[in-house]
């Protein structure tokens, strides 16, 4: 990796999903986290802040980018609830079977290369009655907008370090063993159209 993937990325994206829209989005999403919580794509640690301490017992964070965690530090320091990194990614958890109660993934599944295997390892350590709490951007509704998502998306991929415009979150959640009716979609305001389709909610493993 060079130094713009190591040192400028993880800053730059820090910027970037740290947005009072995106805010408000980890808000309705995060907090419903309970247990033993495993967050893929944990990065500079923006859900930290939004973990319940009487609901959550721990976060187990997944990225990566050992950069982005030291951006993470000062917020995980902040919060009373027991923080742990492992710098790996997505499609390989090095936890054991059914060893989590919850877990959270946020404008994550864009980006990891194989997102259906890293689903169906999330499935793995799951525990039976878990539910994956997920907050995404992807493919939009209009046919207007999908045009320019497909348009931009291998610059944007490029530039934004693996991130895709033009996902189609729900069937990736589908095709990744999980069954999400407690879905919400919708465009954020302030966030331009093309990056600002987004999905969220709750879903179950089969």
Same mark, same amino acid.
């Given at each position: 990796?060079?130094?713009?993937?190591?040192?400028?990325?993880?800053?730059?994206?820090?910027?970037?999903?740290?947005?009072?829209?995106?805010?408000? /989005?980890?808000?309705? #999403?995060?907090?419903?986290?309970? &247990?033993?919580?495993? @967050?893929? &794509?944990?990065?500079?640690?923006?859900?930290?802040?939004?973990? /319940?301490?009487?609901?959550?017992?721990?976060?187990?964070?997944?990225? $990566?980018? @050992?950069?982005?965690?030291?951006?993470?530090?000062?917020?995980? @320091?902040?919060?009373?609830?027991?923080?742990?990194?492992?710098?790996?990614?997505?499609?390989?958890?090095?936890?054991?079977?059914?060893?989590?109660?919850?877990?959270?993934? =946020?404008?994550?599944?864009? =980006?990891?290369?194989?997102?259906? =295997?890293?689903?169906?390892?999330?499935?793995?350590?799951?525990?039976?009655?878990?539910?994956?709490?997920?907050?995404?951007?992807?493919?939009? $509704?209009?046919?207007?907008?999908?045009?320019? /998502?497909?348009?931009?998306?291998?610059?944007?991929?490029?530039? #934004?370090?693996?991130?895709?415009?033009?996902?189609?979150? $729900?069937?990736?959640?589908? /095709?990744?063993?999980?069954?999400?009716?407690?879905?919400?979609?919708?465009?954020?305001?302030?966030? $331009?159209?093309?990056?600002?389709?987004?999905?969220?909610?709750?879903?179950?493993?089969?």
């Amino acid at each position: 990796m060079g130094i713009y993937s190591e040192k400028v990325l993880p800053r730059l994206l820090n910027c970037a999903c740290a947005s009072k829209a995106n805010m408000r /989005q980890r808000a309705l #999403v995060v907090p419903r986290a309970a &247990g033993v919580v495993l @967050e893929i &794509g944990i990065g500079s640690g923006l859900n930290l802040p939004f973990y /319940q301490p009487g609901r959550v017992k721990k976060v187990i964070g997944v990225d $990566p980018s @050992e950069e982005a965690w030291k951006l993470a530090q000062p917020r995980a @320091e902040k919060t009373k609830i027991p923080t742990e990194f492992v710098a790996v990614s997505g499609e390989a958890l090095p936890l054991e079977d059914n060893s989590v109660d919850s877990i959270v993934v =946020t404008y994550a599944l864009c =980006t990891i290369p194989d997102a259906e =295997t890293a689903l169906d390892r999330m499935r793995r350590v799951l525990r039976p009655g878990g539910q994956l709490f997920f907050l995404e951007h992807g493919l939009a $509704p209009d046919e207007s907008v999908r045009r320019w /998502q497909n348009r931009l998306n291998s610059g944007w991929s490029r530039l #934004v370090g693996g991130c895709n415009l033009n996902r189609d979150i $729900p069937s990736i959640l589908n /095709q990744g063993g999980f069954d999400s009716s407690d879905l919400d979609t919708g465009y954020l305001r302030g966030i $331009p159209r093309f990056a600002g389709y987004n999905f969220w909610g709750s879903a179950k493993a089969r």
